[in-house]
């Protein structure tokens, strides 16, 4: 029997921008810094009551989607623009922040 830790992980509840257009050097990690808050959320008291539930055993979970546009650059020659995906089931605290289990997990990433 599975023990359910908070909302279903398919349905989705918040969702906006998170930074605009950058250039990252090869071989390196950009970490991205985004908050998810009120105006953005969409959740009903049910839901919400869930949440609470959730967090008040220890941890809420998540599945991270994240979408964007890409190019890269082989020597001299530049990429036309790729759409990237990621997808990652995490956790967070009863803080907000990020389980210490979830740091640094690697995360499914696809193209189309």
């Keep these: 029997m599975e023990k359910f830790l908070g909302p279903p ?16 050097s090869p071989k390196n990690t950009a970490i991205i810094y985004g ?3 009120r105006p ?9 009551t869930q949440f609470l539930a959730a967090r008040k055993q ?5 599945r991270l989607d994240v979408a964007s546009s ?7 020659w530049d990429s036309k623009r790729h759409k ?7 956790g967070v ?8 289990s979830d ?3 690697k995360c499914p990433v696809y193209f189309t």
């Design 9 to 24: 992980l398919d349905q989705v509840i918040a969702q906006t921008p998170l930074l605009f257009p950058f250039y990252q």
């Design 35 to 37: 908050t998810l808050s």
């Design 40 to 48: 953005q959320l969409k959740i009903d008291n049910a839901r919400w």
């Design 58 to 62: 220890g941890a809420v979970p998540f």
């Design 70 to 76: 890409i190019r890269f650059k082989v020597s001299t």
């Design 84 to 90: 990237m995906h990621a997808n990652c089931e995490i």
């Design 93 to 100: 605290g009863p803080n907000g922040m990020l389980l210490a």
């Design 103 to 105: 740091k640094g997990k």
